[in-house]
């Protein structure tokens, strides 16, 4: 495999099934689509609103890995079963989620801390799950230099593909990405490892992927949601248009009307749409998009959406956080 493999990062209550039939669509470029994390269970029971997620029938066209977040390795299992009945080869195991209702809980980068708990765990669930097992984890849960340790674990195991976010848990999505310990996983692992933390421009992927020239995969997450188009644009290709921006917020709209049947809960997820595509967005949008926000009435947002839909300029270049030159690895 010669081409980088480029993928998008699970985003809770943001890249469900609706958000990547719609990217697929209209923008694709990417390889694979990370679902956001489903909770396991002893019975291995799929929630309806889990299967709207995950369900072949509501993915097609992308290459969709299902995310679980367990510490319990007999509900791993048999939530896991459960994934491959109904066609998945691959499950990916979260360990670095760092909200603190899911950490408090010693799961997510949680589980980090508890590293005797965590080695059985994957003994368990490597030994008696018939799937591909990828690990997406963060390097420690409150100082980098429990990386070592967290990496002799993985080590021991015939894990898919390692998904680093080199970053502890304390710091959120703070701070500058830990490139030594990132650095420390590539050289040491015997598997494919992937790197995921701040690629929010073409220009921040080609100088991070120079410098890593031997790393293979690379997973975006707020990049891509500022910037549909990114993928496209790291392999040479255009800028999203306005055209397709449009058709972006109305394919998405219309369908969460249809699956939420709610003004309010539509207007919340399109907000956040709006939000992350202001990015790429001239300075006279950005501000009709600050106005967009503080609208409450549903009739008046949607009108206002549609204003900013159909006239929105696109400037090549930019994305999340990308004026601020935050870091350049």
Partial sequence: MNENQLYFAPMEGIT?????????RIFGGVDRYYAPFIFTNPKGKISKKDLLEIAPEYNEGCRVVPQLLSNCAEDFIATAHTLKGLGYDEVNLNLGCPSSTVASKGRGSGFLGEKEALKAFLADIFEKTDMKISLKT????????????????????????????????MDYYSGKPDMEAFEKASARMPFPVCYNGDIFTAAAYG??????????????????????????????GDCASWEELADYYHTMRDEYEVRLQGNKKVVFLMKEFWHYISWILSEEDRQEIDVLM??????EFFRKAEEIASNCTVVKGQGFHSEMEVHKF
Avoid: Q, T
């Fill in 16 to 24: 469900g099934s609706i958000y990547r039939r719609a990217h697929h």
């Fill in 138 to 169: 963060r390097i420690g849960l409150n100082r980098a230099d429990e990386f070592d340790d967290i990496l002799d674990i993985y080590e021991a195991f015939p894990v898919e593909m390692l998904i680093v976010h080199p970053r502890i848990r």
């Fill in 294 to 299: 503080h609208l409450r009435d549903g009739a």
């Fill in 207 to 236: 100088r991070v992927s120079e410098k890593y020239s031997d790393i293979r995969h690379w997973m975006i997450g707020r990049g891509l949601l500022s910037n549909p188009a990114l993928c496209r644009e790291i392999r040479g």
